[in-house]
């Protein structure tokens, strides 16, 4: 298995351009999670999917970003527009399923840098 | 709420010296799941060790081990042998059947630096 794929590995853009982070899952994962890592926040969850439905998006810092799951296989993180508080590591992360024995893997992360 | 603390920002350790990462957890849950994992310098969060609250024995993984204490709600991670390749930040994790999503609560790490 390839693992959770990230894509693109850097992004350096312009304050008020759009940014679109990508990832696909492992296959035969049912849970995604988009997380922010930051050295003064550390690692935040920003939403997490079930089954491509959308759970808990609690942790969408603001109406400029929203994120979608259309298939099983593939999900998107945007930022529209980008601000420079937005510089930061994105992670995706899939799990199994919802059980206290289903730990989750990681993509290597977005680096994401706003000018 | 779930919580999980790790109370040492960094710490040092001697090269194939054993070393021992807190990790204390707060939950009201008795079904619950402890995870550890690795984040080297280049940046990729790597799954180490899992242990279930039912486990009565203590997980183990090659030189990582975890050292399970119930009654004081921690989840130390000991790494036997230390090597230079063991620099990193360390999270400690947690998933209990509590809310809705029952997603995994981290804690803010601890950076380990072996000393050759």
């Known amino acids: 298995d390839a693992g959770v794929i990230q894509s693109p590995r850097h992004e350096v853009t312009e304050m008020g351009q759009e940014v679109t982070l990508r990832c696909k899952p492992i296959s035969g994962h049912n849970s995604l999670f988009w997380y922010r890592q930051t050295m003064m926040r550390g690692l935040e969850l920003l939403i997490y999917?079930?089954?491509?439905?959308?759970?808990?998006d609690s942790g969408m810092p603001e109406d400029r970003f929203s994120a979608k799951m259309p298939n099983a296989s593939f999900s998107t993180l945007k930022i529209q527009p980008s601000e420079p508080r937005d510089s930061a590591v994105y992670f995706c992360?899939?799990?199994?399923?919802?059980?206290?024995?289903?730990?989750?893997?990681f993509g290597s992360g977005t680096r994401l840098t706003v000018v | 709420a779930q919580k999980i603390t790790q109370t040492q920002p960094g710490m040092f350790v001697q090269e194939k010296e054993a070393v021992t990462l807190d990790c204390t957890y707060d939950t009201s849950d008795q079904s619950y799941g402890l995870f550890w994992y690795k984040q080297p310098s280049s940046g990729e969060m790597i799954f180490l060790i899992y242990q279930g609250s039912y486990d009565e024995q203590n997980a183990t993984e090659g030189r990582y081990s975890l050292n399970f204490q119930k009654a004081r709600k921690s989840a130390n991670l000991v790494i036997s042998a230390s090597q230079l390749g063991d620099s990193a930040m360390y999270f400690c994790?947690?998933?209990?059947?509590?809310?809705?999503?029952?997603?995994?609560?981290f804690g803010g790490g601890t950076r380990l630096m072996v000393k050759p």
């Open positions: 994790a947690m998933r209990a059947y509590n809310n809705a999503g029952n997603m995994l609560t």
């Open positions: 999917f079930n089954n491509n439905v959308p759970i808990d």
């Open positions: 992360a899939s799990s199994p399923g919802t059980g206290i024995f289903d730990g989750y893997t």
